[in-house]
């Protein structure tokens, strides 16, 4: 552009020592061309358009597009969708939970005395999940007592054992002793009363109401204690137990007491 200014400016010199007429015309001329000029850099592109590489700066949004081209408010997978299948026996009633969602829970109702089965469920799951656990012993009443008015009449004993295994047969995830546990009924807390005619007055319980959401990924269980490992003679487990070929890993697991803890709550996270 200062090259061409310099040139209308010799121009207009000449023109003057020709005669005025000249330049006028001139001066009319130069005042057409200059409004005709865009102002333009050494290198012919408009500042106010483009940056160095042609493109619209207006047009491009930084803050969502990182130099890749990939938007960073995008969600991030956690991993690939898998199946996976949950074997559990438990003494004597569970439900079980992926990431907040129930996939099975016991075919034989908690109702049921002699409720002594195993399950297997299937589930599609990204790694890591949330597995939860609602582990039951069968009470007939708060009192924590079963076979009420019997010859038998006695606390009930609990436990659970259960194992996962991803599509190819491999087991990931056992119950062990690490596992997040609490009890959330108790009974009874006055064990000689086992042999009372009126237990449902004279037996004492304890119930806490189940947190919100415990089965969900985001919940906190670091409040809570761990599952206490129990042997298989502790427990003693029967019928179904035995239809499982378990891990050598997988322990048998409950609260610390096998028949005060009547309801378990049983949490960990899986890969």
Known sequence: ????????????????????????????????????????????????????????????????VDDSGTDDTAEVSSGEVETFTIEVWADNWMAVYVDGELVGEDSVPI?????????????DAATPFTLAIEARDYKETDSGLEYIGASNQQMGDG?????????????????????SALVVHQAPLNT???????????????????????TAVGFD???????TVW???????????????????????WGSDLEVDNTVLLRTTVG
Request: proline residues 2%; negative net charge; glycine residues 6%.
């Open 111 to 123: 109702t049921t005395e002699r409720s002594f089965n195993s399950e297997t469920f299937t589930f």
């Open 1 to 64: 552009m200062h090259r061409l200014v310099a040139a209308l400016a010799g121009l207009t010199l000449v023109a003057a020592a020709c005669g005025s007429d000249a330049a006028d015309d001139l001066a009319v001329t130069v005042e057409s061309e200059e409004a005709a000029v865009v102002e333009t850099d050494d290198t012919g592109t408009d500042d106010t358009s483009t940056d160095d590489t042609g493109t619209d700066d207006a047009g491009t949004d930084e803050s969502s």
């Open 159 to 179: 436990g659970i054992i259960a194992q996962v295994k991803d599509a190819s047969g491999a087991v990931v995830a056992v119950t062990t002793g690490d596992w």
């Open 221 to 227: 269980d670091s409040a809570w204690g761990t599952a």
């Open 231 to 253: 042997t298989a003679a502790d427990v003693d487990p029967k019928l179904g137990y035995d239809d499982i070929s378990w891990d050598a890993s997988a322990e048998l697991i």
């Open 192 to 214: 000689d009363c086992e042999s009372s005619s009126d237990p449902d007055t004279e037996c004492e319980f304890l119930t806490v109401e189940s947190p919100a959401d415990w």
